[in-house]
């Protein structure tokens, strides 16, 4: 399933599967392919970015996404809060808590967002930007995309802790490379964790 999952830069993903899904697309590439699903965090301009949401929708793309963020965006839009569930495209979506515990980039009384989704059988955790928080512990997942860069989001050290909290098949970092991080964060992660750790080459 690591396969079909497209690291875009950031906390930008496309994942192939019955349906095409981004996750946060952001800055992407000309000509990339059109959306089923789009999914988007948090309102923050890195992960709410209306010119690309814009460039890969059609005329059945569906987005699901926070009120905040549902302000900026166009189309068919659906609004889901922390605890919400749903079934988009047949792709089951549960939408979990992303939020900071230590830094106030991303308080939890905002309602920011990540997102598992179930594509081929295989659950597939978007964590958004937070820090390691308890409700990662009752995660059942089998691929963790997980922030690694400190400052808005957990470091590496923190990343690790939470991946052994979670124990997916397999971990991959990100939130680096853009802004804030590097890929010796991800380095750093793959060290500590002790898990399976896959660092996607960017698509971009």
Same mark, same amino acid.
């Given at each position: 399933?690591?396969?079909?999952?497209?690291?875009?830069?950031?906390?930008?993903?496309?994942?192939?599967?019955?349906?095409?899904? *981004?996750? =946060?697309?952001?800055?992407?590439?000309?000509?990339?392919?059109?959306?089923?699903?789009?999914?988007?965090?948090?309102?923050? *301009?890195?992960?709410?970015?209306?010119? =690309?949401?814009?460039?890969?929708?059609?005329?059945?793309?569906?987005?699901?996404?926070?009120?905040?963020?549902?302000?900026?965006?166009?189309?068919?839009?659906?609004?889901?809060?922390?605890?919400?569930?749903?079934?988009?495209?047949?792709?089951?979506?549960?939408?979990?808590?992303?939020?900071?515990?230590?830094?106030?980039?991303?308080?939890?009384?905002?309602?920011?967002?990540?997102?598992?989704? $179930?594509?081929?059988?295989?659950?597939? *955790?978007?964590?958004? =930007?937070?820090?390691?928080?308890?409700?990662?512990?009752?995660?059942?997942? =089998?691929?963790?995309?997980?922030?690694?860069?400190? $400052?808005?989001?957990?470091?590496?050290?923190?990343?690790?802790?939470?991946?052994?909290?979670?124990?997916?098949?397999?971990?991959?970092?990100?939130?680096?490379?853009?802004?804030?991080?590097?890929?010796?964060?991800?380095?750093?992660?793959?060290?500590?964790?002790?898990?399976?750790?896959?660092?996607?080459?960017?698509?971009?």
């Amino acid at each position: 399933m690591v396969e079909n999952i497209h690291w875009l830069g950031h906390d930008s993903f496309r994942i192939d599967g019955p349906a095409t899904i *981004y996750v =946060d697309p952001w800055q992407l590439p000309a000509g990339v392919p059109q959306a089923d699903l789009v999914l988007v965090t948090h309102d923050h *301009y890195d992960h709410c970015s209306p010119e =690309d949401v814009a460039k890969i929708s059609k005329a059945d793309t569906v987005i699901v996404t926070i009120a905040a963020a549902a302000k900026k965006l166009k189309g068919d839009v659906r609004v889901v809060k922390p605890g919400d569930s749903l079934t988009v495209k047949g792709i089951p979506i549960e939408v979990v808590p992303a939020y900071n515990v230590n830094k106030k980039f991303h308080p939890r009384d905002a309602g920011h967002v990540g997102f598992i989704i $179930t594509v081929d059988g295989q659950r597939i *955790y978007h964590a958004g =930007d937070t820090d390691f928080i308890p409700e990662m512990k009752d995660f059942k997942v =089998d691929i963790a995309l997980l922030p690694v860069s400190g $400052t808005y989001v957990m470091t590496a050290d923190e990343a690790a802790n939470a991946a052994k909290a979670i124990n997916p098949k397999v971990a991959i970092p990100m939130h680096y490379g853009e802004i804030v991080g590097s890929r010796a964060d991800a380095e750093r992660f793959r060290e500590l964790y002790g898990g399976e750790v896959v660092i996607l080459p960017l698509e971009r």
